[in-house]
Structure formats: C-alpha cells, structure tokens
Nanobody
C-alpha cells in the first residue's frame, strides 16, 4: 500500500502547479485524503482535505488559490495550486486518513518539493 506523489517543482510567484498523489492499496473515495506541507524550520501544517462524501476543506492561507480534488477512476488525489506565493515554498505531502477523522493519518506519500521565487 502506498501513495506516490508527482508534480512538484519550481515556479515564479503568480504561477501554478498541480500535485498528483496516486494511491495503491487504498481506494481514495473511501478515506479522508489530505495534503500537508512543511517549510524549512516550521512545523508540518494541513493544507486541504477531501472527505469520503466529497466535502473539502482548505487552510485559510490557501483558500481561493488551492483546490483539492480526486479522480475515483484513476484513484488519484490532486492539489491544484494557483497564484503561488514565495511563502508557499515547502515540501508537500499527501496522506490517507480515517474517513470522518482526517487527523488519524494512516500513511504518507514521499513528499515533493515546491519552490516559489
């Protein structure tokens, strides 16, 4: 069972990136799926979640700029990041958590770096 991320990279401020997180051994539509990030010297913070029923939440710092979604056929989680700012620079991680309790993390992706200059 694993989560494999792709899509990080370097971009100028105002640009866009899309993260993908392909799940194997998990059916993304049956869990809470989440995105976290950790900047150098800072604690890991939650960015967005998508629950089993499809409801989403986004951190205030990314609301209106980032969008979490999933493709049930591809069994993949996505994070569309628009209007990127230098303060979005961080390692981004996807995670699978217990449905109805997004804080109970079951497994993590390997992480991908996003750098905004």
């Amino acid at each position: 069972v694993q989560l494999v991320e792709s899509g990080g990279g370097s971009v100028q401020a105002g640009g866009s990136l899309r993260h993908s997180c392909a799940a194997s051994g998990y059916t993304v539509s049956l869990y809470c799926m989440a995105w976290f990030r950790q900047a150098p010297g800072k604690e890991r913070e939650g960015v967005a979640t998508i629950e089993r029923d499809g409801s989403t939440r986004h951190a205030d710092s990314v609301k209106g700029r980032f969008t979490v979604s999933r493709d049930n056929v591809q069994n993949t989680l996505y994070l569309q990041m628009n209007s990127l700012k230098p303060e979005d620079t961080a390692m981004y991680y996807c995670a699978v958590a217990v449905a109805g309790n997004c804080e109970r993390i079951l497994n993590w992706g390997q992480g991908t770096q996003v750098t905004v200059s």
